[in-house]
């Protein structure tokens, strides 16, 4: 089975500190891909990141990283610096299969963070 | 600009109407559109795999007959809810698969009240 566990239900900071985001996933395929995705309170999904399993380099894009540990299943994603818009739901995913477009998406419950002035 | 258009963004109905959904893909054809329901303050589940030109795929627990989906062709995916009860409430969002490997494109989703 497919699964992806976000712990943390709720992570209040203060501006400019930084912030980890955890994501923990279970699946028996050997290729598959993880997702991070961002839900402001409009509700728009926006797309973050897509890692595929062959690929454990970490990542960093501006003030947001990711770090994938295929050993511990996991898919952590860091905001260094967080600012108030960085407030916001996270979702980690997973599809099963290697070919991402024709694939079911499994989310994670999501994150939702606050980042207070 | 939007690769994906999804009509309407919101709609707010009395129980017993049925409501239908539009998932436009602008830029390109799409076989495979999905159908995702988010409850408040919960995931993004799977409803269903539209298929261009054959019948839906449902996942486990939704009904078919209550939420029809027709997918008639490669630009446009629409999904109906029927007889819409105040538990049918929901924000309901489709996704598009652009090309082989290539992340899929998310429309903005409708939030769907019903009274």
């Known amino acids: 089975a497919q699964k992806v566990t976000q712990a943390q239900t709720e992570i209040s900071v203060v501006e400019k500190e930084d912030v980890t985001l955890d994501c923990v996933y279970e699946?028996?395929?050997?290729?598959?891909?993880l997702f991070w995705y961002k839900q402001p309170p409009s509700g728009e999904l926006v797309f973050l990141i897509r890692?595929?399993?062959?690929?454990?380099q970490n990542e960093i894009s501006g003030r947001y990283s990711w770090n994938f540990q295929k050993s511990t299943s996991s898919f952590n994603f860091t905001i260094t610096a967080s600012q108030v818009v960085d407030s916001a739901v996270y979702f980690c995913?997973?599809?099963?299969?290697?070919?991402?477009?024709?694939?079911?998406?499994?989310f994670g419950s999501g994150t939702r963070l606050s980042i207070r002035p | 600009g939007a690769v994906v258009s999804q009509h309407p963004s919101r709609v707010i109905c009395k129980s017993g109407t049925s409501v239908k959904i539009e998932c436009r893909s602008l830029?390109?054809?799409?076989?495979?559109m999905f159908w995702y329901r988010q409850f408040p303050k919960q995931s993004l589940m799977l409803m269903a795999t539209?298929?261009?030109?054959?019948?839906?795929?449902?996942e486990q627990g939704v009904e078919k007959d209550k939420f029809l989906i027709n997918h008639a062709s490669l630009t446009l995916s629409t999904l109906t809810v029927t007889s819409a009860h105040p538990e049918d409430s929901s924000f309901y969002i489709c996704?598009?698969?652009?090309?082989?490997?290539?992340?899929?494109?998310f429309g903005d989703g409708t939030r769907l009240s019903i009274l």
């Open positions: 996704s598009v698969g652009s090309s082989t490997n290539q992340p899929q494109h």
């Open positions: 699946t028996r395929d050997t290729t598959y891909y």
């Open positions: 890692r595929n399993s062959f690929d454990e």
């Open positions: 995913a997973l599809t099963p299969r290697f070919d991402s477009s024709a694939s079911k998406i499994i």
């Open positions: 830029d390109f054809q799409a076989t495979t």
């Open positions: 539209s298929n261009e030109g054959s019948k839906a795929t449902y």
